[in-house]
């Protein structure tokens, strides 16, 4: 085929010469028609065709938007490059209009089908993420009743799991010889100081028997009413150290409690925790601070607001799930450990803006996917677009467009378009042809 046309461009050229000799030979100037390649009309014609990296005119330099088809084909390249007939790609600049890969739509048709257009701008992508979860205990709201002291616990004042307690109510009440003894020390050291009339030592004397009982972990209440009174009691009725809920009760009436053992441990319900499962390909656009909606199962019509506070750093292997940990204040205690939730957890808030269309304005043809850019008067530019993040019905243009290019978003009239338009979306996507 080249050959074919290598020959005819010949013979061309052959006949356009004679008519140049001819012509000259007679003393008449030669049409426009029968120059040739070699006369001083096409010279100077091809002295003012812009070189690769100049402008037409020789003016102030523009810059090249992109390269198309020299044969008028719907094909544009980013770079120069010959066709399969070895022909250069020509230049076309900022401000030029490139009729020939744009499609042209009658203006009546155009407001027939109600083609509507919308500037390509910068905005916030966000995109809610599914998960499902259950309620569990805030871990820094726990505290655990441990004794430092072997006892035997007389009395059980909280004395079934669940139970709510306040802050100083008492949860049991205990006899120790070991606190025995650290009561009379400071209550003897207490009167060793009023009979001697506060001799030099004395004061260290009461603070190292204060600091015993501290060690033991008693109450500062004990300890003052111990110093003012001076009273030894026999048995201590041991405060609770926080509000809340019993949630593990590991004694009962009567026992011998160790140095070390765990007796009770209270959980603040205030605020709680829900554990969600977020699939794997959804788990990179979780952060730390974005905003989270929780519906309980149990609860129907309510939803809860909190924050993602953590990422888990693993995956669980059988479900290719990540755990996402998402705080909520509790204040009515309506949330249960373990309460099935439905999360949606808004990300993307929190991302740098960037440039895109309403996801319509998009149409994927496989292996590209490509935009038409409003261009006026019922011309429309196919234009090959980078897709990146989705969010609130819009998706991001990493490359292809502009922003403030006005884009068609109804494309609904692609499906019954004039046969020109389809002609060149199917030019415009097809693979070129091997050279």
């Given at each position: 085929m080249r050959t074919i046309f290598f020959v005819l461009a010949i013979a061309i050229a052959g006949a356009a010469g004679g008519v140049l000799g001819y012509r000259a030979g007679t003393g008449a100037w030669p049409g426009p028609g029968a120059l040739g390649r070699d006369s001083p009309v096409h010279a100077a014609a091809a002295s003012e065709t812009p070189a690769p990296g100049a402008t037409p005119g020789g003016g102030q330099a523009r810059k090249v938007?992109?390269?198309?088809?020299?044969?008028?084909?719907?094909?544009?390249?980013?770079?120069?490059?010959?066709?399969?007939?070895?022909?250069?790609?020509?230049?076309?600049?900022?401000?030029?209009?490139?009729?020939?890969s744009s499609v042209k739509v009658g203006i009546e048709r155009v407001q027939r089908v109600g083609v509507r257009t919308a500037p390509a701008e910068r905005r916030v992508l966000t995109q809610p993420v599914r998960a499902a979860g259950a309620v569990q205990l805030d871990e820094r709201r726990i505290k655990s009743v441990t004794l430092r002291f072997e006892g035997y616990i007389e009395k059980l004042f909280a004395n079934a799991t669940e139970q709510s307690v306040r802050e100083g109510e008492p949860l049991f009440r205990v006899y120790s010889q070991p606190l025995q003894?650290?009561?009379?020390?400071?209550?003897?050291?207490?009167?060793e100081n009023k009979a001697r009339g506060t001799p030099p030592d004395a004061d260290r004397v009461v603070e190292a028997a204060m600091v015993r009982m501290r060690n033991l972990g008693v109450p500062e209440s004990r300890i003052r009413a111990v110093r003012e009174t001076g009273a030894n009691p026999r048995t201590l009725d041991w405060p609770a150290p926080m509000s809340g809920v019993i949630v593990e009760k590991k004694v009962i009436e009567g026992q011998r409690a160790q140095a070390g053992?765990?007796?009770?441990?209270?959980?603040?319900?205030?605020?709680?925790?829900?554990?969600?499962?977020?699939?794997?390909?959804?788990?990179?656009?979780?952060?730390?601070?974005?905003?989270?909606?929780?519906?309980?199962?149990a609860l129907p019509g309510e939803t809860r607001e909190g924050r993602v506070t953590f990422v888990y750093t693993r995956l669980k292997n059988e479900t290719r799930t990540g755990r996402v940990r998402i705080e909520l204040p509790n204040p009515d205690l309506g949330l249960k450990v373990d309460m099935y939730a439905d999360v949606t957890i808004e990300t993307g808030a929190g991302e740098a803006m960037a440039?895109?269309?309403?996801?319509?304005?998009?149409?994927?043809?496989?292996?590209?996917?490509?935009?038409?850019?409003?261009?006026?008067?019922?011309?429309?530019?196919?234009?090959?677009?980078?897709?990146?993040?989705?969010?609130?019905?819009?998706?991001?243009?990493?490359?292809?467009?502009?922003e403030g290019e006005e884009i068609v978003v109804a494309a609904a009239f692609l499906i019954d378009a004039e046969s020109n338009l389809k002609a060149a979306l199917q030019g415009f996507v097809q693979p070129e042809p091997p050279k």
């Open positions: 938007r992109y390269y198309r088809n020299p044969m008028g084909l719907p094909d544009t390249s980013p770079t120069p490059k010959k066709d399969w007939m070895g022909m250069d790609y020509i230049a076309v600049y900022e401000g030029e209009e490139a009729d020939d003894l650290a009561q009379v020390d400071l209550a003897f050291a207490l009167r053992d765990e007796l009770f441990r209270i959980a603040d319900l205030g605020t709680v925790w829900i554990i969600a499962e977020v699939p794997e390909q959804d788990l990179g656009r979780v952060r730390v601070g974005d905003r989270a909606t929780a519906r309980l199962r440039v895109a269309v309403p996801d319509a304005a998009v149409i994927d043809a496989g292996a590209r996917q490509v935009a038409f850019v409003a261009k006026g008067e019922g011309r429309f530019e196919p234009r090959a677009v980078k897709l990146g993040r989705r969010g609130d019905g819009y998706v991001e243009i990493l490359e292809g467009l502009r």
